[in-house]
C-alpha cells in the first residue's frame, strides 16, 4: 500500500464512510446505494485488518498517531492514535457495518439512501471515539452517535418507536452532560484536552471523587450498568435491525471503554474506591438481567436484557483491577458485539419473515429452516458461555480475575451463567421446536445466500476466537499491563 | 503412533462438520459410513495410541497443540494428556461408542434427520474423548459442556413433542447447576495452587494443604457439585430418567455408558485432592450408597423398560461413587467400564424390543417374548445376569472389589458395605422383575424381530464383553496409589454371591409363580403411599418444582415491565402532572391573570412583613 494511506492509516478510516456518505449523495438506484454503502465498509475492514497486522505487539504505548492542531486557543486537537485496548474496538466497529447494510438489504424500504448514511455516519463517529487522544474529539463524536441512532429508531423503527426515541434520548443526553461536566473538570484542572496528560496531572481530593463521579454515571448510563438500563429494552426493541446491532454491537462499548481509558487510568484512587460498588452492581446486573430476561415475550428485548446480564460481567472485570479481569471485560465487549450483533440480526430475519418479535408467534422452526435454527442454536450456545465460544474465553477471564477479589462474586456470576442457560434454551424451545403455532410460522423459507452471508463471518469470528484467542490477548495485553500497572498500589 | 493420538478426539469432530456443513443433503447411506466410520478410525488410532503407549512403559504422555489462554500468571494449554485411566476411558468411549453408532446405523434408518443425528453422535464423542484427555480443568470443562450440549440435543432429538424438549432443557439445566459448582471451584483450586493443569495442581496441593483443611474440603465439595450433576447422583438426579425420552441409542452411549460417569472419572481424576479431604471422600461413598438405594428402591417400581434400566444406571454409578468414597480408585473404573459393557448392551436390546413392539415402552404390555424375539431374548438375559452380577460375569467381578473395599475401608465402611449388599439384592429383584415380566407370562402383543448384521452384531459383541469383560486388566496401577488385595472372609462371600441369588428367586416367586399380588399391596392404604413415594423418586421432582421452579417463574412473570423502569416512568408523570397544573392557570383571561398578581403580591409582602 502506498505510504500516503499507511502513514494517515486512522484518518483514512475514520475519513472513508464519511467519503462514502458524499458519494452516495451522487447514487440515485436502490441498488447501487446498497453497493455503494457495503464497498466502503468493506474496505474499512481491509483497513482495520491492515492496522492489526502492522501493530506493534510489544509496545504498550499508542502507534499510527496523528496529531494536528484544531482550535490552538484551547489546546484542543485532532489526534488520534490506538493501543491494543482501542484497536480491538476498532476491528469491532468495522467489521459490524457490513454485515449491517447486509442485513438491511430487503428490509429497509423507504429512505433508503439516508439509513446508509447514518450507518455510515455512526461508523466514522465511532472510529473517533476509540482513537481519539483529545478528550474534547472524544466528546464531540460521542455526541454524534447518538443523532444517528435516534432517527434510525423514529424514522424506520417499530409501533413504538417515537417513545422510545425520546427515552433513548434523554438518557442519553443525561449521560453526555454528566460527561461534558466532568471532562470540563477534568481539563479546567489539568489544563490540557489530552487524555493522556490528564492521567499524569494529580487532582485535588474533592474534584477528583465529583469528576469521577460525573464521568462513571456518563459512562455508566451508556454502557448501560443497573439500575440505569431501562433505556435499552424499549430503544433495542423499537430500533430497525441494523440499529440494534450498532447500537448493541459496538454503541454500548463506549462506556466500557471510557471506565478503561478515562476512570481507571485518571483516577486510580478513586477507582478504587469505588470498586465495591460497582462489584456489587455489577453482579446484580448479571442476575437481574438473567432474570428478566427468562420472562420476555419478544425476542429483542429478550436479548435486551441478556445484553445487561453480559454488561454486568464487563465493569466486573473492569473493576478487578488485574490483566485477568480487564483483559477479560475488553474481549467480552467484542464477543459480546458479535453475537448480540448476530442475535438481531438473526431476529432481524424472522422478522422480515413475518413482522412479528413475539416468541409466541413462531415454533418449530426446525422443520422449515434448519440452516436458520443452527445459526440461531450457535449463538444462543455461545450467549450463555459455552466453551469454544468467544463469550466462555471472556467470561472465564473475567472470572479469574475477580476471584483474585472475592470470591462471592465469583459464586454469584455462575448463578447468572446458570440463568442463562434456562432462558436461551427456553427461548430456542418455543421458537425453533416443538410445532409450528401459527400458520405464518408453518410456511417460513430457509435463510437464502444473502442472509447467511450476513450471519456466518460473525458465526466464524466467534468460534474462532473461542478456539484460538491468542492473537486477540496478545494484541492488547501490553495495553492492558500499562493500565492495571498504574491501578497497582493503591 | 503415539505422536498421532490427537487424532483420536478429531476425527469424529470432522465427522460432525462434514455432517452439519451438508444439511442433510447427505445421502443416508454415506451420511450413516461418515457418522459411524468416524467413530471406527478413531478407535483405531485410540487403539494404535493406545498400544504404543503400553509399550512404551511410560506412566503419561502429553501432547499440546496450541495455548489457548494466556493472560497473566494464567497458562491453559490445548493439551492432552494419556496415562492408564484416561487411556481406558478413550477405549471405551471409541469401543463402545463404535458398537453404539453401527447399531445406530440400522435403529434410525429411515428417520428423517438421519444425518443430524450422526452429527451430534459425533460432536459428542469429540467433546467425551477432550474430556477424559484434557490436561488441564478448563479443557476438560470445555469438553464437560459439550457432552452436557450433546446430550441436551440429542434428548430433544425428536423435536416435534414439546415435552421431549422440556425434558432436555431439564437436563441441561440441571447439570449446569452442577457445572456452576464445579466452575467455582475450579477458580478456588486456581486461587489456591496457582494453575489448572491437573497433575500440577494435584502435586501443589498435596505439598501445601493441611489433611482436611477448610480450602481442602471447599474444593472438593464444589467438584464434588459438578460431578453429581453429571452422574446423576443425589440430590441431582431427577433428571436421567427424563433424559429417555431420546433414541434409545443416545441412552446407551450418553447417559449409561459415557457422559454419566464423567462425575466418577473427575473425582478419580483428582483423587489426590480427595485424600487430603477425607470427609468429603466419605461424603461421596455415603452418597453413593443412598443414591443405589434410591435408585433401587424406584425401579423397583417403573413401568416403562427405559425408565427401569435409566434407574438401575443411576443406581449402578452410585457403586462407582461408594467406590471412591472408600479409595477403591482402580475398581470404580473397572466398575466404570464393565457397566458400559452391560448397559449398553441392555439398553440396546431394549431398543430392538421397543422396535419389535412398535414404539411400545411400556412392561406391562408385553410379557411372553422370549418366543417371538429369541435373539433379544438371549441377550438381554446376558446383560441382566451382568448387571446382577452373577458369579464369573463382568459385573460380578467389579462389583465384588468394590464391596470388598468398602468392607475393609477403615471407618465406616461397614455401613456403606451393608447399603451396598442390599443393593445387590434390590438390583437382582428388580432386574429380573423387568426380565420376568417383558420374556415370561402371558403374551399379549406380538412382535417380531428386527433383523440385521447392523442390529445384531454389536449386541453380539457387548454380549461376549458383558460375559467375560471381567478378565480384562485395566493399566491404572500408575495413576493411583497402591490398595492392597481384599481378600473377604467366606462369610461375607457366601451374602455377595447369596443376596443377589435370593433376589432373583423372590422375583421368580412373584412374577412368575404369583405368590404376592403386588396389586393389592400397591393399591391401597401403605402400600400405595410407600410405593408413590418410590415412583417418584422419593418426590424430589415435586420437592424442586415447588420450591425453587414455581416461585422462580411467579416472580419473572410479576416483575415482566422491570419494576426498575417504573421509577423513570413514574418521574416522566410526575413531569407531566406538574407541566398539567401549570398549564391549567394559563388561561388566557385577563381577570384571572390580574388577581393571580393581586394574591401573589399580597403573600410576598405578608411574607415580607413576618420575617
Known amino acids: ?85 482501542s484497536l480491538l474496538l476498532v476491528l469491532l466497529t468495522t467489521f459490524l457495518p457490513p454485515l449491517c447494510v447486509l442485513g438491511s438489504w430487503d428490509s429497509i424500504t423507504t429512505r433508503l439512501k439516508a439509513f446508509m448514511m447514518l450507518i455510515l455516519l455512526v461508523e466514522g463517529a465511532m472510529l473517533v471515539v476509540f482513537t481519539a487522544l483529545d478528550a474534547f474529539l472524544f466528546f464531540m463524536m460521542w455526541e454524534v452517535t447518538m443523532v444517528p441512532m435516534y432517527f434510525m429508531i423514529v424514522l424506520w423503527g417499530g409501533p413504538n418507536r417515537v417513545a422510545a426515541g425520546l427515552k433513548y434520548v434523554l438518557y442519553s443526553l443525561t449521560g453526555s452532560l454528566l460527561l461534558l461536566i466532568g471532562i470540563l473538570g477534568l481539563s479546567l484542572q489539568a489544563g490540557t484536552f489530552d487524555i493522556q496528560s490528564m492521567a499524569e496531572h494529580s487532582y485535588s481530593q474533592n474534584s477528583e471523587f465529583w469528576i469521577f463521579l460525573a464521568l462513571f454515571l456518563g459512562f455508566a448510563i451508556k454502557l448501560p450498568m443497573l439500575p440505569f438500563h431501562t433505556w435499552l429494552p424499549d430503544a433495542h426493541s423499537e430500533a430497525p435491525t441494523a440499529g440494534s446491532v450498532l447500537l448493541a454491537g459496538v454503541l454500548l462499548k463506549m462506556g ?97 419473515r413475518t413482522h412479528s418479535r413475539e416468541i409466541a408467534d413462531y415454533g418449530g422452526l426446525q422443520q422449515r429452516m434448519p440452516r436458520f435454527v443452527a445459526i440461531l442454536s450457535l449463538f444462543a450456545v455461545a450467549s450463555f458461555g459455552l466453551p469454544t465460544t468467544s463469550n466462555f474465553i471472556g467470561e472465564f477471564l473475567i472470572l479469574v480475575g475477580v476471584s483474585y477479589e472475592n470470591f462471592v462474586f465469583v459464586a454469584l456470576a455462575m448463578g447468572g451463567i446458570v440463568l442463562g442457560a434456562a432462558y436461551m434454551l427456553w427461548m430456542l424451545q418455543r421458537v425453533a421446536f416443538g410445532q409450528p403455532r401459527t400458520e405464518a410460522a408453518s410456511k417460513l423459507t430457509d435463510l437464502n445466500v444473502r442472509e447467511m452471508l450476513t450471519v456466518t463471518p460473525l458465526a466464524f469470528a466467534v468460534v474462532a476466537i473461542g478456539v484460538y484467542p491468542g492473537p486477540l490477548l496478545k494484541a492488547m495485553d501490553s495495553s492492558v499491563t500499562f493500565v492495571v500497572e498504574r491501578l497497582a498500589g493503591f | 503412533m503415539l505422536e498421532l493420538f490427537w487424532l483420536v478426539p478429531v476425527i469424529p469432530f470432522i465427522g460432525f462438520l462434514i455432517l452439519t456443513l451438508t444439511f442433510g443433503k447427505l445421502p443416508q447411506v454415506y451420511a450413516g459410513i461418515i457418522g459411524a466410520g468416524s467413530i471406527g478410525l478413531s478407535f483405531l488410532f485410540a487403539l494404535l495410541a493406545g498400544s504404543s503407549f503400553l509399550a512404551a512403559d511410560i506412566t503419561a504422555y502429553s501432547q499440546t497443540l496450541w495455548t489457548w489462554i494466556s493472560v497473566g500468571d494464567l497458562e491453559v494449554g490445548f493439551t492432552f494428556y494419556l496415562d492408564g485411566v484416561s487411556l481406558v476411558m478413550m477405549y471405551v468411549i471409541t469401543g463402545v461408542g463404535f458398537l453404539i453408532h453401527i447399531y445406530a446405523t440400522g435403529y434410525m434408518s429411515g428417520d428423517p434427520s438421519f444425518s443430524r443425528f450422526f452429527a451430534y453422535m459425533n460432536l459428542f464423542v469429540s467433546a467425551m474423548l477432550i474430556l477424559v484427555l484434557a490436561d488441564n480443568l478448563v479443557l476438560l470443562f470445555m469438553g464437560w459442556e459439550g457432552v452436557g450440549l450433546c446430550s441436551y440435543l440429542l434428548i430433544g432429538f425428536w423435536y416435534t413433542d414439546p415435552n421431549n424438549g422440556y425434558c432436555a432443557r431439564k437436563a441441561f439445566v440441571m447439570t449446569r447447576v452442577g457445572d456452576a459448582f464445579m466452575a467455582i471451584g475450579l477458580f478456588a483450586l486456581f486461587i489456591s495452587t496457582g ?30 457439585g459438578g460431578a453429581v450433576g453429571k452422574s446423576a447422583q443425589l440430590p441431582l438426579q431427577t433428571w436421567l430418567p427424563d433424559a429417555m425420552a431420546g433414541p434409545t441409542p443416545i441412552s446407551a452411549l450418553i447417559h449409561a455408558a459415557t457422559m454419566v460417569t464423567a462425575g466418577v472419572y473427575l473425582i478419580s481424576r483428582t483423587h489426590v485432592l480427595y485424600l487430603l479431604a477425607p ?47 472408600v479409595g477403591a480408585w482402580g475398581s470404580a473404573i473397572f466398575h466404570l467400564m464393565t457397566h458400559a459393557f452391560f448397559k449398553a448392551l441392555l439398553f440396546l436390546t431394549a431398543g430392538s424390543i421397543i422396535l419389535a413392539m412398535h414404539h411400545e415402552q411400556d412392561i406391562f404390555k408385553m410379557g411372553g417374548l422370549r418366543k417371538d424375539l429369541p435373539w433379544s ?65 402371558k403374551k399379549t402383543h406380538d412382535g417380531h424381530e428386527v433383523m440385521g448384521w447392523h442390529l445384531q452384531g454389536p449386541l453380539v459383541v457387548l454380549a461376549i464383553l458383558a460375559l467375560i469383560g471381567g478378565y480384562i486388566h485395566i493399566p491404572v496401577e500408575a495413576v493411583f496409589p497402591e490398595v492392597a488385595e481384599h481378600h473377604p472372609s467366606l462369610f461375607y462371600q457366601a451374602i455377595m454371591i447369596g443376596l443377589p441369588m435370593l433376589g432373583i ?84 383571561q385577563l381577570r384571572w391573570y390580574a388577581i393571580s398578581v393581586a394574591y401573589g403580591l399580597l403573600v410576598l409582602v405578608t411574607i415580607g412583613v413576618l420575617l
Not at chain 1, 10 to 20: E, H, K, Q, T, Y
Not at chain 2, 210 to 224: E, F, K, M, R
Request: charged share 10%; with cysteine.
Open chain 2, 279 to 325: 470427609d468429603v471422600q466419605y461424603l461421596v461413598g455415603v452418597i453413593g450408597m443412598i443414591t443405589l438405594l434410591m435408585a433401587g428402591f424406584t425401579a423397583l417400581t417403573q413401568n416403562d423398560i427405559k425408565k427401569v434400566l435409566a434407574y438401575s444406571t443411576v443406581s449402578q454409578i452410585g457403586y462407582m461413587f461408594l467406590a471412591l468414597g
Open chain 2, 195 to 224: 494453575t489448572l493443569n491437573i497433575q500440577e495442581a494435584m502435586f501443589n496441593a498435596e505439598a501445601e494443604w493441611v489433611v482436611g483443611s477448610g480450602i481442602a474440603t471447599a474444593v472438593t465439595l464444589l467438584l464434588l
Open chain 2, 505 to 588: 428367586y423372590i422375583a421368580w416367586l412373584i412374577f412368575i409363580k404369583g405368590k404376592l399380588d403386588l396389586n393389592k399391596l400397591a393399591g391401597q392404604g401403605f402400600g400405595a403411599k410407600l410405593h408413590r413415594f418410590w415412583y417418584t423418586q422419593w418426590g424430589m421432582d415435586w420437592l424442586y418444582d415447588k420450591v425453587i421452579v414455581s416461585p422462580y417463574v411467579w416472580l419473572a412473570e410479576f416483575n415482566k415491565s422491570d419494576v426498575i423502569d417504573s421509577f423513570y416512568n413514574g418521574s416522566a408523570r410526575v413531569v407531566r402532572f406538574c407541566h398539567d397544573i401549570m398549564s391549567e392557570t394559563q388561561t388566557g
Open chain 1, 1 to 85: 500500500m502506498s505510504s500516503l494511506i499507511t502513514v494517515h492509516i486512522l484518518s483514512w478510516m475514520i475519513a472513508l464512510p464519511f467519503i462514502g456518505m458524499v458519494a452516495l449523495a451522487f447514487v440515485h438506484d436502490r441498488r447501487w446505494v446498497l453497493l455503494t454503502t457495503l464497498a466502503t465498509t468493506l474496505i474499512n475492514v481491509g483497513l482495520a485488518l491492515y492496522l492489526w497486522m502492522s501493530f506493534d505487539l510489544v509496545e504498550n504505548g499508542l502507534q499510527f498517531v496523528e496529531r494536528m492542531e484544531w482550535m490552538p486557543t484551547f489546546g484542543i486537537q485532532y489526534a488520534v492514535g490506538v493501543d491494543g485496548i
Open chain 1, 256 to 352: 466500557g471503554y471510557g471506565l478503561i481509558r478515562f476512570c481507571l487510568p485518571i483516577f486510580p484512587e478513586m477507582a478504587h474506591s469505588f470498586a465495591p460498588v460497582v462489584l456489587w452492581l455489577s453482579v446484580t446486573a448479571i442476575l437481574y438481567g438473567g432474570y428478566m430476561a427468562l420472562a420476555q415475550t419478544d425476542l429483542k428485548r429478550l436479548v435486551a436484557y441478556s445484553s445487561v446480564s453480559h454488561m454486568g460481567f464487563v465493569t466486573l472485570g473492569i473493576f478487578s483491577f488485574n490483566n485477568e479481569g480487564v483483559e477479560g471485560a475488553i474481549l467480552q465487549m467484542v464477543t459480546h458485539g458479535l453475537t448480540t450483533g448476530a442475535m438481531f440480526l438473526i431476529v432481524g430475519q424472522l422478522y422480515d
Open chain 2, 377 to 441: 431374548h438371549w441377550l438381554f438375559l446376558i446383560g441382566t445376569v451382568a448387571l446382577v452380577a452373577l458369579p464369573f460375569t463382568s459385573g460380578f467381578w467389579s462389583k465384588e472389589e468394590i464391596l470388598a473395599s468398602a468392607l475393609e475401608h477403615h471407618e465406616g465402611g461397614y455401613l456403606l458395605w451393608l447399603g451396598g449388599v442390599a443393593g445387590a439384592f434390590m438390583t437382582a429383584l428388580y432386574s429380573f422383575r423387568l426380565y420376568f415380566l417383558v420374556f415370561y407370562g
